[in-house]
């Protein structure tokens, strides 16, 4: 196992240092640091910033925009996007729908949509959950039939991320109600969000914040060239989708950099002379860094480009960790992380501490919930 960088890793690694610190604007980077809304004009910018250069998409086949990377240098260069604050190209796009049409789709889907996808002049949104199935993803309800050359789709999505940006949505939908298993008779659709009989409306987080949306679909035609690969095959497509969200989720660059946020404050108002807070600050630090080393494990034993199932515990320690760190700025801020009134004065940081905790309480769903991830574990690594 290789845990120390090469000569040419190290050289590549100073190379995206150098980009994403000159070529993304700073205000964006100050902006995601500080832990501000990071709104559609900051991603778009970021991301077509990173297109233009090679860079938005080197998980992807190189005929389509991809990058004939090693997984080591896929890594580096997720590691120091992250550590550098720059958006991450949007998922939606670069590592779910986008690899399941390379995988899947037909020669005239790729040609309609990959390349707009790359670039997100097409902005994706995705279509999974339901009020009824969530993590149970295989009792969604949301049907699609066929009539002459299209689907009619009716039903309801829920949770869907910046659904208010987008222009398409991919869904799994069920084409064969009658099908004997439930992750049978399912398949994976695209559909312009302009299509008549859709209806996106906000749901309001308990950070105040709306990043999610519910969708509906009355009756919604769908012309059927817009089906991903063969009908009823949406469960193995699905799965090859969140084996690719997955990659990377450990988050280890992100949460070095709330964490060196937590000293900055902790170090403006005293908190770091406190020895019981320095504890917990240097326990969660020693906690990462082992979570770096069992991600460069991971990356180092992956052969080519297989998913492995120790990826399951960087999603769960690294979820756990990012939340931990957001709890200690809610210390720091202490009774300053009263939710802002006009008769108290407290710094701006302070009053975003508790909203973006109460954020990352999602990173124990999203991308599979903690719960699968323990089961995952439980039956493939450890043989229970």
Known sequence: MQLALTDEEAAFRDELRDFYTTEI????????????????????????????????????????????????????????????????????????????IAEFGSQQTKERFLPATASLDIWWCQGFSEPEAGSDLASLRTTALRDGDSYVVNGQKTWTTLGQYADWIFCLVRTDPQAPKRQAGISFLLIDLDTPGITMRPIK????????????????????????????QGWTYAKFLLGNERTGIAGVGRTKVRLA?????????????????????????????????TQM????????????????????????????????????????????????????????????????????????????????????????
Request: include cysteine.
């Open 261 to 293: 946020e937590v000293k900055r404050h902790a170090r403006e108002v005293g908190r770091l002379d406190d020895p019981l807070f320095a504890a917990r600050l240097a326990e969660i630090e020693n906690e990462v860094l082992a979570l770096e080393l």
């Open 297 to 384: 494990r991971v990356v180092s034993g992956s052969a080519q480009g297989k998913p492995n199932p120790v990826s399951s515990v960087l999603k769960l320690r690294g979820s756990q960790l990012v939340q931990a760190a957001s709890e200690l700025l809610v210390d720091v801020a202490g009774p300053d992380a009263i939710p802002y009134r006009a008769d108290i004065v407290s710094p701006a940081w302070a009053q975003r501490a508790v909203p973006a905790y109460l954020n990352y309480r999602k990173t124990s769903i999203y991308g599979g919930s903690n719960e699968i991830q323990r089961n995952i574990i439980s039956s493939t690594i450890l043989g229970l």
């Open 25 to 100: 604007p700073a205000e964006i980077r100050d902006r995601v640091r500080r832990g501000l809304e990071v709104g559609r004009d900051d991603i778009a910018t970021s991301h077509k910033i990173l297109h233009a250069n090679g860079f938005a998409v080197p998980n992807w086949p190189v005929e389509w925009g991809g990058k004939d990377w090693t997984l080591a240098q896929r890594q580096i260069w997720l590691d120091e996007m992250q550590l550098a604050c720059v958006p991450e190209p949007l998922n939606f796009n670069t590592k779910m729908v986008g690899p399941v």
């Open 205 to 232: 987080l308990i950070d105040g914040g709306v990043e999610v949306n519910e969708v509906f679909f009355e009756d919604v035609r769908v012309p059927a060239d817009q089906l991903v690969g063969e009908e009823n």
